[in-house]
């Protein structure tokens, strides 16, 4: 990783005492209800949907080999605890890509409004539980900002209804982006296009 703080996006604070020199960000949306709704954006979101439909473009999508990496997991107040040993046979979509799983590498590429969203990425933690769905990215190298973004997909079981949250924090890289103000319109657009990826209710053409 080319950032301190792995897995503050876990952090209940994370928006009042951001990771230093780093811009946090938080938006949920309510995307439906029901199981039906949790299953199948669940299935979406560790498919590469939310990245997809962003205009981003995979590429070396590799899987962690053996039993090196089995992920972290983190308690409720964003602590990494023992290493997730929660072990899934991995899965492919139609294009033979492979669905999320800890320590998995890969390389996106793309734009946003005119700004860079080229990167090297690796998986730090994937949540496959009965009502919650969701995985961590952090960035390796190559990317204008350095930092981490959580995808989560919550089927709350007092409303049944099925939120879709995404957490990040970025810090500036590139020196184009430590002007004022770019760091924060790059992370609104990407948020905006995750939420048209995985929402019916925004699916509208980007």
């Not at 982006?177 to 925004?202: C, D």
């Amino acid at each position: 990783m080319d950032y301190a703080a792995v897995g503050a996006t876990h952090a209940p604070d994370l928006m009042q005492y951001p990771p230093e020199n780093s811009i946090p960000a938080e938006e949920s949306w309510r995307i439906g209800s029901g199981e039906d709704r949790f299953r199948s954006a669940g299935d979406a979101l560790l498919s590469w949907t939310a990245q997809r439909a962003a205009g981003l473009q995979l590429s070396d999508v590799r899987p962690a080999s053996g039993d090196t990496y089995t992920g972290v997991s983190f308690d409720a107040e964003g602590a990494p605890i023992a290493p997730n040993r929660n072990q899934v046979e991995q899965r492919y979509d139609a294009e033979g890509t492979p669905f999320v799983a800890p320590g998995m590498t890969l390389k996106v590429r793309g734009r946003v409004k005119g700004m860079r969203a080229d990167a090297e990425l690796r998986v730090i933690s994937v949540t496959e539980e009965r009502r919650r769905i969701g995985f961590v990215l952090g960035t390796v190298g190559g990317s204008v900002v350095r930092g981490e973004e959580s995808f989560d997909i919550d089927w709350r079981d007092d409303t049944d209804e099925v939120w879709f949250t995404v957490r990040a924090f970025d810090a500036p890289a590139a020196m184009l982006y430590r002007l004022p103000g770019m760091v924060k319109r790059r992370r609104r657009e990407l948020l905006s296009r995750y939420l048209r990826a995985i929402s019916p209710l925004y699916a509208t053409p980007i």
